[in-house]
């Protein structure tokens, strides 16, 4: 065999196996993405990561949480995110902003429907509330005022970060 052929045959191996470890490294770095944004303490960043691909629908129905099958076949992702079944908080996947939408109890006003639009930072840019009547339907679009938003916005954090808990803790 000619010096010519003996280096390209050596080289081709070697780009092989270059290849071969950079996809198999590649793929063990993105396993602990989600690891990763929890241990950075980043919720926007845990929650883009946990719905943004199919990568951890196991650790999120391990966790209890509900995930559709036909959601995540058909949009290659977690769409949303039922966090909490009672006050039917409900997170959006997500993109620019997260939406976010619950039922609560505020004191002026008793039973709500909220609708949020969180920025990157999980503050309020956005936000729609209407009364729930007594025969379940929605009532005028009302407002709240700035400390009862702050009281909704802290314990929707706080269930999302409950959430993200409980799935990282079934995920590692």
Sequence with gaps: ????????????IVVLIVLVTSFFGYRAY???DF???????ITYEQLDVLMNSKRYVKAVRKAGYQVEQSDVFMYGRIP????????????????ETIAVSFVANVDSIGKVNAFWVLNNKLKIQ?????????????GERVELS???EQKLLKEVKKEITDMLKSVYESAY
């Design 30 to 32: 993105r396993y602990h």
């Design 80 to 95: 949303w995110l039922v966090i909490d079944e009672k006050d039917n908080l409900e997170v959006k996947s997500p993109g």
């Design 1 to 12: 065999m000619s010096n010519r052929k003996k280096t390209l045959i050596i080289s081709a």
């Design 126 to 138: 956005d936000s729609l509330y209407y009364p729930i009547q007594e025969d379940g339907s929605d």
């Design 35 to 41: 690891k990763r944004a929890y241990e950075k303490g």
């Design 146 to 148: 700035t400390s009862e």
